[in-house]
């Protein structure tokens, strides 16, 4: 089956007791068994739930994945996928990395024995030249937040695998029906569903797919012990949203290329960060490894005051400034101040994250409104 009746389809069956066409929402802690150790394969909601159950089958298929655990965030998935090593293991990540798995990866893992180095991954030599005997994952995100870095999957998985390490891809940004890592070689794909496959800004949900059993074992088990799961409601409006992954993501790409295309010839635009053109360093292996180049769009200004960034995110009429990213409606926000606001200084300057940075979430409505608002806006600064 294609993209858009898997979309659809994965996952759902009529319900049994009524022949309702969607999932219903089984908002129940728990089920009544016949016996101690007979249950209709469900006894707890935390261990399982049969909402959940149908997204999880979903997003699984939409990944070309066998397995897939849903979390309560995106960050509740990446804490469990690191959660699989153990002290000592050292982890390789992109210098170029959402500002709250930085966070997460620092503040939080670091004290418990894990190392980090953040290096620059647009190729898969500089992948290699950071390992050590110690490294047992290879934390990829592409494209990259906020800068639109492109990451070769299907390299640098063949990089960690030499090295018999887990290679995890952030999918959040692509999306699947961009672009599918676990088919390039990867072990994990994380998704923040909270963005492209929630679509709506109306939940928070993240989910971690694989095709390794023993990896799958292992995420489950840690679903259901640390208790980060997802409500009934939540993963109904998760599978709301991704009946329609493919017809949103198609006109986010359209907007975003149009946008793109208009910032980067506009006199008061410095540079503008989209994997789309040409002179995207890494466009050929965007190209290679996505079917379009997404929704998100980054740029900088040329007067490169703070004041200037601020002037502009403060003045759109449809742009609404927000964190965030994915819904139908469009976004504007300012990293260094809201998103990557985490990460010291000296670290995002090094990643190339400027002061002035503008991130653009590119929504659904209609493109000539978009640009006229960005016109406008621009007109401010």
């Not at 219903?24 to 016949?34: H, L």
């Not at 999306?175 to 994380?190: H, K, M, S």
């Amino acid at each position: 089956m294609k993209f858009g009746t898997i979309a659809i389809h994965a996952g759902q069956e009529p319900d049994t007791a009524t022949g309702a066409v969607m999932t219903p929402i089984y908002q129940t802690s728990t089920f009544v068994q016949s016996a101690p150790t007979v249950h209709k394969g469900y006894d707890y909601s935390r261990a399982g739930n049969p909402t959940r159950s149908a997204l999880e089958k979903n997003l699984a298929a939409l990944e070309e994945g066998k397995y897939c655990s849903a979390f309560s965030s995106g960050m509740g998935a990446i804490d469990a996928v690191v959660r699989l090593l153990r002290a000592g293991d050292h982890v390789v990540a992109g210098n170029d990395l959402y500002g709250g798995t930085y966070r997460l990866f620092t503040k939080v893992f670091e004290q418990f024995g894990l190392a980090f180095d953040f290096i620059n991954m647009s190729t898969p030599e500089n992948v290699r030249a950071a390992l050590r005997p110690s490294t047992k994952m290879v934390w990829i995100e592409t494209p990259t937040n906020p800068l639109l870095g492109i990451v070769d999957i299907e390299a640098v998985s063949k990089v960690a695998s030499s090295a018999g390490a887990i290679s995890v891809v952030d999918n959040t940004f692509a999306t699947p029906f961009l672009q599918r890592p676990l088919g390039l070689g990867a072990d994990v794909v994380v998704h923040s569903a909270t963005k492209y496959i929630g679509g709506h800004s109306d939940v928070i949900l993240g989910a971690a797919m694989t095709n390794n059993k023993e990896i799958a074992e292992k995420l489950a088990f840690l679903q259901k012990s640390t208790g980060a799961v997802p409500g009934p409601f939540d993963c109904f409006l998760a599978i709301r949203g991704t009946k329609t992954l493919h017809l949103r993501m198609q006109r986010h790409c359209e907007n975003a290329r149009r946008v793109a295309e208009f910032l980067v010839t506009h006199p008061k635009v410095k540079h503008v960060n989209y994997p789309g053109f040409k002179e995207h360093p890494n466009h050929e292996i965007a190209k290679r490894q996505m079917s379009d180049f997404g929704g998100m769009v980054s740029f900088t200004l040329k007067n490169d005051s703070l004041s200037a960034a601020e002037k502009l995110v403060t003045h759109t009429e449809i742009f609404a400034l927000a964190e965030s990213l994915g819904g139908v409606e469009s976004l504007i926000e300012h990293p260094a101040s809201m998103t990557h606001s985490s990460l010291p200084k000296k670290v995002r300057l090094q990643s190339g994250l400027e002061d002035t940075l503008i991130r653009l979430s590119v929504g659904v409505e209609d493109a000539e409104d978009l640009l006229a608002d960005l016109k406008q806006a621009l007109a401010q600064v």
